[in-house]
Structure formats: C-alpha cells, structure tokens
Nanobody
Framework: QVQLVESGGGRVRPGGSLRLSCAAS????????FNWHRRAPGKEREMVAG???????TYADSVKGRFTISRDNAKNTLTLQMNSLSPEDTAVYYC????????????????WGQGTQVTVSS
C-alpha cells in the first residue's frame, strides 16, 4: 500500500501563487503516473496535471502556462507550482499515484491523498 499526504493549500488573492506538495510513503513501491486532480464546488473532479516517471508532463487546458508539475523520484514527492491563480482555481486538490509494489507478488494500485483546499478570493 502507498499513502499520500498533500500540503501547501490555503487562501490566496487572485493573481497570487501557491505551491502544493505531495509525499508518498510505503514499502517497495514504484510510482509510475503521478497526478494532481481537483474538485471545485458543484463540479466534477478533473485532472489538472500529470507527470510520468520519465518526466513527461500533461496539463489541463485551463492551467497551461500557469501551473507547473514536477516530481522527485528519489524522494517520492510531487509538487504543483500554481501561478496567476484565479477564483476559478478554487477547489480541493488531490494527489494521485499509480504504483507498483514488487514483492512475492507484483501488486498494481492507485492511491489518493486526502485533499488540500485551495481558495482564491479577494
């Protein structure tokens, strides 16, 4: 099993910046896809950004040019630098990891963090 813990959420004024972090813990795991999702009030959850183990990134159109995702494979951490924030970015942000645990059996799983609130308001 892999556990994810997010940090870095908070309240910021429009145009401001926040940096979210996600730390993964567990035993003998390897994270392949490492992603950020968000759920805004009254809306479906959407994938905001993702990064593969070899560093390939994808972004939702709504955040391209403003958000930057990065990961540290050695530390099993994921970050999301969010700039030029707008009220439309207000949401609970979730870290998600697709992982493999290599033991006597190979286990493939998906883990989610508990979420961190981001509020953009003047």
């Amino acid at each position: 099993q892999v556990q994810l813990v997010e940090s870095g959420g908070g309240r910021v004024r429009p145009g401001g910046s926040l940096r979210l972090s996600c730390a993964a813990s567990g035993s003998r795991f390897t994270i392949n896809a490492f992603n950020w999702h968000r759920r805004a009030p009254g809306k479906e959850r959407e994938m905001v950004a993702g990064v593969t183990r070899d560093g390939r990134t994808t972004y939702a159109d709504s955040v391209k040019g403003r958000f930057t995702i990065s990961r540290d494979n050695a530390k099993n951490t994921l970050t999301l630098q969010m700039n030029s924030l707008s009220p439309e970015d207000t949401a609970v942000y979730y870290c998600e990891a697709d992982y493999i645990v290599a033991g006597d059996e190979v286990v493939v799983g998906r883990a989610w963090g508990q979420g961190t609130q981001v509020t953009v308001s003047s």
